[in-house]
């Protein structure tokens, strides 16, 4: 005799206990945040249908010759040159401009120097035309002469003879040939408005007789006077 509660089947209710579950109860569903109100679907968009080429289609090919040839644009006149060239450029014409500063200073301090050697020749020759000057009025008794070449204790001298004693005077040394004469001015130094001059004399009496005698001389009123001799 089968168990009034024992189903259909033969097969028993593993929890008689629990309720059925009632489908008529409200069903509750979480909608993602930001959303209130019923969740809207989106249809797809049909894509359109592939198309399919034949396969026994004939190639078409290209003709080579009626492709065009690359062809080269000219450069402007008025393009920017590169960086590097302007550099170079800027490098070589401060390598002149230095050059041409260098020789100018060369050039300048050869002139000076020309000069300045120029100068002590013009004077070491206007000092040895004082001295022959001197000489030639000796030997021929030119008191004015003398006295307008000559400084210091040597103009005293011929400043303290009277004219007509010295033409008295210069008549004996002459007829005795008693007066130096000056062969060779051998060496003369300039230093400033001072000058020295080194000379060979001889009586004129004794020519074959040398020596030596110095000449000092002084820069005054724009020439060059003997101020000693000995």
């Not at 301090?109 to 000796?138: C, K, P």
């Amino acid at each position: 005799m089968s168990n009034p509660t024992e189903p259909e089947g033969g097969k028993q209710d593993p929890n008689p206990d629990a309720p059925e579950a009632d489908d008529s109860a409200e069903r509750r569903f979480t909608a993602p945040s930001g959303f209130d109100g019923s969740t809207q679907i989106i249809e797809s968009v049909p894509e359109p249908p592939t198309e399919i080429f034949a396969a026994g289609a004939p190639t078409e090919m290209i003709d080579s010759t009626k492709m065009a040839a690359p062809q080269v644009i000219p450069p402007r006149d008025d393009a920017p040159k590169p960086p590097g060239a302007r550099r170079s450029w800027g490098w070589v014409i401060a390598v002149v401009l230095v050059i041409a500063a260098l020789v100018a200073l060369a050039v300048l301090g050869t002139v000076l120097l020309t000069r300045g050697g120029a100068n002590a020749t013009s004077q070491e020759d206007q000092v040895r035309s004082t001295i022959e000057s001197f000489d030639a009025a000796i030997q021929k008794g030119d008191l004015a002469t003398l006295r307008g070449i000559t400084c210091g204790a040597t103009r005293e001298s011929y400043v303290n003879y009277d004219d007509r004693s010295w033409t008295e005077t210069h008549k004996r040394v002459a007829a005795a040939k008693q007066y130096p004469v000056v062969a060779s001015i051998d060496e003369v130094v300039v230093v400033d408005d001072h000058a020295e001059a080194n000379v060979t004399t001889f009586m004129a009496n004794a020519p074959q007789t040398r020596s030596t005698r110095s000449f000092d001389l002084q820069f005054r009123d724009d020439q060059w006077k003997i101020c000693q001799n000995g």
